[in-house]
Structures are given as structure tokens and as C-alpha cells.
């Protein structure tokens, strides 16, 4: 289900089934000239659209300005549009705490951008991680007052925690390929990995015959490409995601 599309008695008995809600977060970012910009953020909503056959899930609009940095290409005339991760983070705390006071308890941003990286974190998930824990905090003040972990009421915390009702696991952020993933495929930037995934999620995102033009190291494998190797990869992404967010 699409959140724009859903009625308010779909919401609350999304709500009350506790089905998963996803936000899809990605970057515009320089991706060669044989790629589209939006490669991270279509990684991720076309992931999704192929997971909703497979079970119940809540998709959010797509965020897709994220801090694509300009470490790959400056921006004049790339595409790449950065949004600097300080002032993601306040946002992300306030589409957060919009969806804890929707009702929603079983959150879950899912990120395509520099998540090689992600056990240590990079500036976009790092932002929204961030958001995420004060949305959450902030909520239960909000909600029950401040010293609420300290109050009488929260003496099987350590308990709950064991049993999956720690509200601190209101909201969780994913990589798009988990590290088992990320270790036995062919992970990188524009170059065969990512370019063979798009050609399955998103043929009309990849003009392949342009590889050769302003041809980078990082795009050179992209001739290796072919919608085949992305199917298999999505396949598993889909697999993956499945565990994850359940």
C-alpha cells in the first residue's frame, strides 16, 4: 500500500496489524553518463514495489535529497544536488515524530547511498538515524513525561526489550543490501553492480551504448552489465528485506 493512496481506516488497521512502514531514502547523485541521477532512491522504491507482492508493507513517499556529497562529481552540469546532513537530521526528526503520532510503531527507513559504509555510517544515514532516536525521545517526554525510563512503570524494561516491545525499535534504518549481500556481489559505484541492477529494476534509467563517453575507473565495468545479474541481486535484496522488516 501506497501511504498517499490509503483511507483512514486502511492507516489504522495498518496500525493495529502493526504492518511495516517504509520510508525509501536516496540521494540525486552523478552516476556516469550512461546512468540516471535518481539511481539510489529508484534502487530502493523499485525494491519495494516488487517486495509488496510478498507481504503487507506501507510505503512512504520517497526522500530523495539527501547528502549525495560531492566527493564522485561536483555539481555543475552532473546532476549531483547535495543537501548538507545538518539540516537533514532535524527533518528527519520531524517525519519521524509525524508518524509516531500517526500511530505507527514499526518503522523503517531504507537507504541506497554509501552504505558499504553503513555499520559506521555516512552522512545520509547517519542524519536520519539521528532524527530517528530524538523523534523518539522527544515522543516519549512528549507522551509520558520527562524521567519516563526512570519511573516504576519501566522496571521490565530489560524484559520487554527481550521480547521486541523496546520502544526504541519504534524505528530502524537498513541498508538496501545487507553485508551478506554487499560481500557476495559485485558492489560499487555506476560500474557493473549498480549498473545491472537498474537495468532490471529500471531499464529506461540506463543508456549503456554512452559508457565510452567521459568513460571514469569506476564506470569501466559497466560493460559487464546485464539485466540477468540485477534480477538474481533483487531477488536476494527482496529475500533479505522480507527478514528484515518483519
Do not use: C
Not at 504492518?19 to 529508484?42: A, K, Q, R, W
Not at 503487507?56 to 544536488?81: D, K, N, Q, R
Not at 575507473?217 to 528484515?244: C, D, F, H, P
Amino acid at each position: 500500500m501506497h501511504f498517499e493512496l490509503m483511507l483512514p481506516y486502511q492507516i489504522k488497521e495498518a496500525i493495529t496489524k502493526k504492518i511495516p512502514v517504509v520510508l525509501p531514502i536516496g540521494v540525486m547523485e552523478y552516476h556516469g553518463e550512461h546512468m540516471s541521477v535518481g539511481m539510489d532512491t529508484l534502487a530502493v522504491t523499485k525494491v519495494l514495489d516488487r517486495l509488496e507482492s510478498h507481504m503487507e508493507v506501507v510505503i512512504l513517499p520517497s526522500f530523495s535529497y539527501g547528502a549525495a556529497s560531492y566527493a564522485v562529481a561536483g555539481p555543475e552540469g552532473s546532476g549531483t544536488l547535495n543537501v548538507d546532513a545538518s539540516v537533514l537530521a532535524p527533518l528527519a526528526e520531524q517525519i519521524f515524530t509525524g508518524l509516531l503520532r500517526i500511530g505507527f510503531r514499526n518503522i523503517h527507513g531504507i537507504v541506497h547511498h554509501q552504505t558499504e559504509n553503513f555499520s559506521s555510517g555516512m552522512p545520509t544515514d547517519l542524519a536520519f538515524k539521528i532524527g530517528a532516536r530524538q523523534a523518539i525521545f522527544k515522543f516519549q517526554e512528549r507522551t509520558a513525561g520527562e524521567a519516563w525510563w526512570g519511573s516504576q512503570d519501566m522496571s521490565d524494561y530489560y524484559n520487554s526489550n527481550q521480547e521486541g516491545r523496546d520502544p526504541f525499535n519504534w524505528i530502524k534504518l537498513h541498508p538496501l543490501m545487507d553485508g551478506e549481500i554487499i560481500k557476495n556481489y559485485i558492489f560499487d559505484h555506476a560500474g557493473e553492480g549498480e549498473t545491472s541492477l537498474l537495468m532490471a529494476l529500471a531499464p529506461e534509467g540506463v543508456e549503456i551504448d554512452r559508457i565510452s563517453e567521459n568513460s571514469t575507473w569506476y564506470t569501466e565495468s559497466a560493460n559487464n552489465s546485464s539485466s540477468e545479474k540485477g534480477e538474481l541481486v533483487t531477488t536476494q535484496i527482496v529475500k533479505s528485506l522480507m527478514e528484515r522488516l518483519k
